[in-house]
């Protein structure tokens, strides 16, 4: 959803695209981070994660007896465990394909490298793990560009993970379930616009000062001015700034009544409708398209009597548990984070990571008995439709097609829960709004 541009980079990482929590949280963190500086530091292990407990280590005593995937995310550098959830959920789900007997026969060994928040990290231990595996999986990072050179050069190597860079997201060997694509979901909108015809006539928001967000805001302005919206004010915010009171002062003089809390981290929006709270500012819409579905959100926001009402639009199902009982891939998708990493709390990364290793693992099953990395790729570019049995909005990763259904929740005495939507699925039917074009 956003473009970021960090020290060490050689490219920035362009994502402008549906509605995410990722992207928007990325953004905020890249800035923060890139002040620290770093110290590149990596490894590789065989045993998933340090969070898992040894049972789920797996070993291969003879080439033909597993299948190795490998995984570079970041884990350490200056923001230690900063996507610790994709590593988290990637195991996670070829931990419960193992306990399953694994794919025709064969475990699944999980191949883990840091790149310790460094470009030339990332880029090194992917090559290293790219003569080791037959495909990689859920790897998450803000260089993942840099790791792309390396599947630049080996085509035939899949990379079944989401990518921030738009240059990693173009190769024929990239396969996302959650396909870069600039622009954004049309169908909250109309949902917001038909039920709050005036307040949408008097948006607000604010944006965190980089590249990256800055560029999605102007991605998402345009598709809300497509369906009738009225940005009457817009800032920026610097990256260290906690306190937001003149920001939201200075929306209610501007007659703000529907604030977007979509282009931040959701720390962030946090201590905005805290202060929004502070100085009595009830503006009859506040939404978020992803950031804000946190575990911590409601609570620094001043508990339910302030976060009740807030609006969240995702193509995610409610993952951290409301959708527990209703959908079982939520239940399923907990379970094991649980299993291979007790007490972490589930992020958005993990779903990333989770909903990634079991898009390979279809793939496996398509190449046959004896797959190899180029009869892997060969079977993701036939897989035209995935959701991970209905925990994510369906997408079409071989053609990098996004999703166009959603789902809405607000937070209800102090939960995010559905809203004017079925038990389970999502809501379909409106497009999606295509930067620069039209709304497919």
Known sequence: MVPVHLSGSTKSHTTPRRWSAAAVAVSFLAT??????TSPGSHVTTARTKTVTPSTSVSCPAPTSCLS????????????????????????????????????????RLLSADDAFSCAQNEAQTRSLASKVIAFAGSFSLFDNCGGKVFAAHPQIPDVSVTLSSFTSSLPNNFSIDPLVPGWDAGPLLWFKKHFPRAVKHVGTLVAQVPSAEAQWAGEKQAMQKVGFHVVYDTTFGPLDTNFT?????????????????DMNGATAARIVSAMFQQGFKPPLVFSAGPIYTSSFVARAGGASVADGIYLAQNEALYLGGDAKAVPAVATFLHWVHVVAPGFAPDLYAVYGWASAELLVEALRKAGPDPTSSSVSAALRSIHSFDANGLMAPTDPAAKSPATCWLLARVSNGKFVRYHMPSTGFRCGSGFIRAGGGTR
């Open 246 to 262: 003149s920001q939201v002062i200075a929306m209610q003089h501007a007659g703000v009544q529907a604030v977007n809390l979509s």
């Open 69 to 108: 995937i490998g995984n570079v995310s970041t884990l350490g550098g200056p923001v230690p465990g900063l996507f610790e959830g994709a590593l988290v959920g990637t195991n996670a789900y070829l931990t419960s394909i193992d306990a399953a007997g694994g794919v025709d026969g064969r475990e699944l």
């Open 32 to 37: 923060v981070c890139a002040a620290c500086g």
